[in-house]
């Protein structure tokens, strides 16, 4: 009896965190809404591979750049990482297709895969149309956090994406 | 004295216009070239090598050109859907392989007239153009034909007719650009093979693009498989001093790692379940008894299995959960269904649940 009143008190206060944490995301996202463009891409973190990063409580949501989305073309089927597996820095996590071509996307950090954009199955080329905000593939939960030491930060991979063409 | 000063500047200018085609050539000139051809008739142990290429070789320092042909396969691609782009139960029954192929882009049907040529590099120099164009020039060099490349970066054949499929693969830093070239492939076959009978198809899965094809012997006889491999590799070769050029066996001795490959690119896993998940919808009306009856069936697959089955029945007077219950995480695949249905036929003789039965077979089409 005891043990089930105090499983349901349990189950209740992770529903009332989880309910918490969803207002703070939101909250967070109507402030990102306000800020410009270069704020925007302040936190974000870039591969070679044009995979960006942004981090905040060791959870890190990854997307593509906006170099890479016009480089591919129209992107018209996504394939994402189921969530819950892990994946190793620089290890494939989905694929993008785009004007007959499958391009493999890499994570650019080791963890595991926390939530995807649900929204992308049905509308694809939000990678396109907003490759840094509503284009976003998936959250992963950092597991080796040293690993964004090698990413480059804004300034740097503009100066790589110009020495690409 | 003026007259020579000119003279020495226009040389200058002869010898800048001169240097700068060189460099441009040494750029390409210095990386190595190879050509294989495939032995093997097989599409999965075609794809499999295609497939270790684009994983093993050295693609930093060489430009690959692998060339194959295969006995009737049907080829879907990455993230379509083989139910809906070809008649399954056909493909299967003829004896046709089925296959899934990496790359991106839409069906195509192969035969031993159909020759497939993958070029492989880095992701750098991946150009699916300059491939094409490769072709096209090594072609209309030898034969009188009239070939261009169209926006959608097939090759085609008087202005008007496809004889070549594209699709591509990339990854970070390697990537391939295959294709397909129409020599004289079973046209009847292949309209007939890339008709799916599937009605009320809810997808995301890419979609083919069907187009107006032609094969190249249409308009000229002598153009073979063999002579086409030649013509082709030869450009491909033009400017390499070693003129690389193998017909090989694809096996695990000479590509380790080959069969693991070829083992996956054979799986239900890879060929149905990698099918994006899609639902079948399909109303059906009959008369028993003088009474109309009314269904409709919904039936959602993910990763190749039935999922679920949802319906509505009118008048609702028959308890048919038992039917769909059945049919619960069974792969989408003829030979898993048919003996399924065959029991369930037998348990009942009712004439509304035989023909539910029949519009549970018909929606799969099995």
Known sequence: MASTVLRRLGLRYIKCRVSVFNVETRSEKYTRNFVTTSRVLAGRLFTEKHEWINVSDGVGTVGIS???????????????????????ANGEAGCLESVKAASEIYSPVSGSITEINQVLANTPNLINDSPYEKGWLFKIKLSQPDELKSLMDEDRYKKFTESQD | MCHLKQIINIRKLLALTKVQPKSVLYSTKCREKEVIISKSKNIFENLALEDWLYKNADLNNRNYLFM???????????????WLECDVTSVLREKVDLARRNSGGGTVFHDEGNLNCCFL????????????????????????????INKREDIVLNGLYKISGTAAKLGGERSYHHFTLLINVNKKKLHNLLQSPLIGVKTRATESVPSHIMNLQDVNEDINYENLTHVISDKFLENDLVKRKEFVNPTEDSYPGYNIILNELKTFKWIYAKTPNFKISRAFRIEIDSKIIHTEIEIEIQKGLIYNIEFSLKPNNMDLTNIVNRFKDVPYDTTELLPILDVLENENNDAIYKWFLRCIKQTLNV
Do not use: C
């Open chain 2, 68 to 82: 194959w042909r295969n006995t009737p396969a049907v080829v879907v691609g990455r993230h379509q859907n083989p």
């Open chain 2, 121 to 148: 590099t880095t992701r750098k120099l991946y150009n699916r153009k300059s491939n094409l164009e490769l072709v096209v020039d090594a072609l209309t060099s030898n034969w009188d034909i009239d070939l261009s």
């Open chain 1, 66 to 88: 906006e170099y890479a989305q016009d480089k591919l073309g129209e992107v018209v089927y996504v394939q994402l990482p189921e969530t819950g597996i892990d994946v190793e």
